[in-house]
T-cell receptor
């Protein structure tokens, strides 16, 4: 298994500002993902964080709004840029280990409130 | 049609009851399947993978029906601690892994 930590665990931000969320995994993983989960909703995949190259974004998400970095196999960041109240959500990082059926391990999430 | 569909519930069941959830998926190329459990205000955690032959882990049984494109989760002898949201997850593997989460089924076990 993998243990994933995220920082910050929560934040309250003003509209128009940006927040960078960090995700650290305790072992080398093959894939890392960023999700958003709004209250009462399921998880929506924002993007796959690729090591050393640009992230792969899902429909409806763009790099200018959600820039992602993954400088090595165990660390990634997600920035929520130019925030608006609609960005208030829980942001979750996840990772998969090599091989197997690729079950995902999740970080504890970052609860973001934009005022 | 949604890629992964679940009945959001809630399912309110008494302690000791048996409860079953289904999850349907639309992509016949889907290759791997999971059930995750998510407690309130917590991250999802893997409950069990779903194998073609079905699998059992204690009180939990998961099954896959490829012909009808659904997976199921059966919980026997429900405990209060089983109260949570159960998320169905479907992976479509290949050069790029696509992971789709269902909306989740909320279970409330009542004393």
């Amino acid at each position: 298994s993998a243990v994933i930590s995220q920082k910050p665990s929560r934040d309250i931000c003003q509209r128009g500002t940006s927040l960078t969320i960090q995700c650290q995994v305790d072992s080398q993983v093959t894939m890392m993902f960023w999700y958003r989960q709004q209250p009462g909703q399921s998880l929506t995949l924002i993007a796959t964080a690729n090591q050393g190259s640009e992230a792969t974004y899902e429909s409806g998400f763009v790099i200018d709004k959600f820039p992602i970095s993954r400088p090595n196999l165990t660390f990634s960041t997600l920035t929520v840029s130019n925030m608006s109240p609609e960005d208030s959500s829980i942001y979750l990082c996840s990772a998969t280990l090599a091989g197997g059926m690729r079950e995902q391990y999740f970080g504890p999430g970052t609860r973001l409130t934009v005022t | 049609r949604k890629e992964v569909e679940q009945d959001p519930g809630p399912f309110n069941v008494p302690e000791g009851a048996t409860v079953a959830f289904n999850c349907t998926y639309s992509n016949s190329a889907s290759q791997s399947f999971f059930w995750y459990r998510q407690d309130c205000r917590k991250e999802p955690k893997l409950l069990m993978s779903v194998y073609s032959s079905g699998n059992e882990d204690g009180r939990f049984t998961a099954q896959l029906n490829r012909a009808s494109q659904y997976i199921s989760l059966l919980i026997r002898d429900s405990k209060l601690s089983d109260s949570a949201t159960y998320l169905c997850v479907v992976n479509t593997a290949g050069g790029y892994q696509k992971v789709t989460f269902g909306i989740g089924t909320k279970l409330q076990v009542i004393p």
